[in-house]
């Protein structure tokens, strides 16, 4: 289809509790890269992905956040034990070129860490 | 600092004229710039984008974009206004420094009545 499709919508955690969220990108886009929103209008990078390959995870906090795109499954971002600033809304986009070039964005989840 | 700012909340205009959604930007080093338009419960969705050459940018369905250095401005215009554009356009700026990190601007709300 046309869209990045992502989900859940709404997640809320536990402090300490795994967060799991899931992106499945463009059919025919290679390029995947995940985001979190840090204020109203700035997307924080956190990694992103040339078909299962790590392409650039220079964003990511590697202590607590792992990501995945294996093949025939939908990507994912997973937070281990999630702390009370990791709350945001995490957005997926892919790409059929690489950066800089224009991404689709998914509508992004809501993680609420309480 | 990089930042972007969308002057208007909201732009209204009549079906079969033409629009112009504003945008100027900041960044240290070249602009990358783009637009996304964002329909109701959907996700970003690409416009188009001004990375190198001609300033004038044509890209998804009939909006066009011109980027002016001296202005640092990336205004969105259309010929001819359609009802089904109305939906919450996005500025966004990234810069050749750091290419991942994306700028969005608050936003503006296009109006496109009858």
């Known amino acids: 289809g046309e869209e990045v499709a992502q989900t859940p919508k709404h997640l809320v955690r536990g402090e300490g509790q795994k967060a799991k969220l899931y992106c499945a990108p463009i059919?025919?886009?290679?390029?995947v890269f995940w985001y979190q929103q840090v204020l109203k209008n700035e997307f924080k990078f956190l990694i992103s992905?040339?078909?299962?390959?790590?392409?650039?995870e220079t964003g990511m906090p590697k202590e607590r956040f792992s990501a995945k795109c294996l093949p025939n499954s939908p990507c994912s971002l997973e937070i281990q034990a999630t702390k009370l600033e990791d709350s945001a809304v995490y957005f997926c986009?892919?790409?059929?070129?690489?950066?800089?070039?224009?991404?689709?964005f998914g509508s992004g989840t809501r993680l609420t860490v309480v | 600092a990089q930042s972007v700012a969308q002057p208007e909340d909201q732009v209204n205009v009549a079906e079969g004229n033409p629009l112009t959604v504003k945008c100027t930007y900041s960044?240290?080093?070249?602009?990358?710039l783009f637009w996304y338009v964002q329909y109701p419960n959907r996700g970003l969705q690409f416009l188009l984008k001004?990375?190198?050459?001609?300033?004038l940018v044509k890209g998804s369905y009939g909006f066009e974009a011109e980027f002016n250095k001296s202005q640092t401005s990336f205004h969105l215009k259309k010929p001819s206004a359609l009802v089904s554009d109305s939906a919450l356009y996005f500025c966004?700026?990234?810069?050749?420094?750091?290419?991942?990190?994306?700028?969005f601007g608050s936003g503006t709300k296009l109006n496109v009545k009858p």
């Open positions: 986009a892919s790409s059929q070129e690489g950066p800089p070039y224009g991404y689709t």
């Open positions: 059919k025919g886009h290679s390029y």
């Open positions: 992905f040339q078909n299962e390959n790590v392409f650039d």
């Open positions: 960044v240290s080093g070249n602009p990358y």
């Open positions: 001004y990375i190198t050459g001609d300033n």
């Open positions: 966004a700026v990234s810069d050749s420094y750091n290419f991942n990190k994306f700028y």
